[in-house]
Structure formats: structure tokens, C-alpha cells
């Protein structure tokens, strides 16, 4: 989807995001019609096993943008700019580049930098920005902005990437009235996760969505199927089979 579309849908057309891998689960997204997939820096936690989102690479998400990328025909795609990748002007330019030439078609960033923004900004890269729980910088993983000199500073913060010429900003774990009052005065979309209903569209990420990670279930999450108890069942029956010599049977077999 054109970015241009997925800007005039804010105030008339909830956009939907959720984040992608791989190959094969960007193909069925896409094919879903989903708006928006995020090749997230999470792929930290729920593909190669790390305690965070801090040890994932510019490598890692190129490979990952690359793969999403051959399964997506109409979706947006937007790679996730890991750690370090941005700690001033030359190096964000430089990594940008590599997530567009990798398959991405915008790029996302944590926090305000103005001056690594606006670089990005005006060398035509379409940015979308993050306020809210930081994941790759955050001490603990909780609610941003209930106290008010927090929620001023987020708010603030929204105001000044809006300026910047971002295209949108995720809302990540912040009440819903401060949710509502970004929306209100931003002319970027607001994409929340944790953040209410008053955002202009939603993200989750994939292994929550569809219940993945057993006996995980942040309370902004709606788990919609349990995958890990899908899988492990049907693997489960499959050791059955093979161990009872009930697999391959002769409907599976050559002659």
C-alpha cells in the first residue's frame, strides 16, 4: 500500500500493523490484507532468543527485511532500526539505506533525535517515529506517562517529531487519555500498542496475536488463537505415530 493512502485513512479508517519475520508469515498477512508490517527489532525475543531487543544487529534485521520482503505484494513495510544504528546523522543515513535496499519501504526509530530525524527526513527516507515504553533503552518494561511531567514530556515529544515531517508515531504502553490528546494534535498517525482505542490504527506483535509464547500474555495483547498448544499437540501426535509405527502407513509411501 502507497504511504500516501495510509495517510489520508487518519481520522476516517483504522490502520491495522502487525509484525513479521519471515517469508512465510508476511506472505499470509499480506495475502490477509493487512496495511502495515513491522520488521521489528522484537525479533530479538521471539525469533532468535535474546533477553531484549538490545543485541540485535543491522545484520540480523537486513536478513529479516529481506525474507518479509519476498512475501509482501501490497503491504507496507517498515524495518525497525536497531540499537546504535542511529546515534548520529551519518550512521542513521547509512542504515536507513541498507533496511530500504534490504526490502523496507520506510524506516522506524525509538525516541526524539531531531537531528537525526530531520536528516532522514530530508534526504526523502519516510520516517516513523516511537514515544512511549522504548524497549531499547528502557531500565523496566512498564506504563509510560502517568505521572505528569512524563505524560507532558511524551506529549511534547509527539508535537516536536510531527514537526520533524515524521509519517507516524507508535504510542508504545501510555494511557489512553494522553493517547487521545497525541491523536488529536498530531497530523502524523498514531499507531498505538498498550496505548487504547483513540489511536489512528493498531500493532501487535504476531507470536502474541496468535499465542506463541506459552504463558505469555501482556495485558494489552488479545491473544486470538493458542498456537503453542497447536503446534505441540500435533507434534506430540506425530512422535505418537512414529514411535507406534502408525506413520508412514502405506497412503504416505512409494512403490
Do not use: W
Not at 525497525?80 to 524506516?107: F, Q, R, T
Not at 526524539?112 to 516511537?130: D, K, Y
Not at 506529549?155 to 504502553?173: H, N, W
Not at 487519555?177 to 494534535?185: E, F, P, R
Request: aromatic share 4%; glycine share 10%.
Amino acid at each position: 500500500m502507497e504511504l500516501n493512502e495510509l495517510i489520508k485513512m487518519k481520522g476516517s479508517q483504522k490502520v491495522t500493523m502487525l509484525t513479521a519475520y519471515d517469508y512465510q508469515i508476511a506472505k499470509i498477512l499480506d495475502e490477509s490484507g493487512i496495511d502495515m508490517i513491522l520488521v521489528g527489532d522484537s525479533l530479538g525475543n521471539v525469533v532468535l532468543g535474546y533477553e531484549g531487543t538490545k543485541q540485535v544487529t543491522m545484520n540480523d534485521m537486513e536478513r529479516h527485511i529481506a525474507a518479509v520482503a519476498r512475501g509482501v505484494k501490497k503491504a507496507h513495510i517498515i524495518g525497525d532500526m536497531p540499537i546504535a544504528s542511529y546515534n548520529n546523522v551519518s550512521d542513521a543515513l547509512k542504515n536507513a539505506k541498507k533496511l530500504i535496499n534490504a526490502g523496507a519501504h520506510s524506516v522506524k526509530l525509538e525516541g526524539l533525535n531531531p537531528e537525526v530525524i530531520r536528516a532522514l527526513v530530508s534526504s526523502g527516507m519516510p520516517v516513523l517515529g516511537h514515544l512511549g515504553l522504548l524497549p531499547q533503552t528502557a531500565v523496566d518494561l512498564k506504563v509510560k506517562g502517568k505521572k505528569r511531567d512524563e505524560a507532558d514530556r511524551i506529549f511534547s515529544d509527539a508535537l516536536e517529531l510531527d514537526k520533524l515531517g515524521v509519517y507516524g508515531i507508535v504510542l508504545e504502553c501510555i494511557p489512553v487519555g494522553l493517547a487521545k490528546k497525541i491523536t488529536d494534535n498530531v497530523n502524523a498517525l498514531t499507531i498505538g500498542i498498550g496505548a487504547g482505542v483513540h489511536c489512528d490504527g493498531q500493532v501487535l506483535v504476531i507470536n502474541d496475536m496468535l499465542g506463541m509464547l506459552h504463558n505469555h500474555k501482556p495485558k494489552h495483547v488479545k491473544q486470538y488463537v493458542n498456537i503453542y498448544e497447536v503446534i505441540k499437540t500435533a507434534t506430540q501426535n506425530y512422535i505418537s505415530d512414529v514411535k507406534g509405527e502408525k506413520f508412514p502407513t502405506d497412503e504416505y509411501s512409494f512403490h
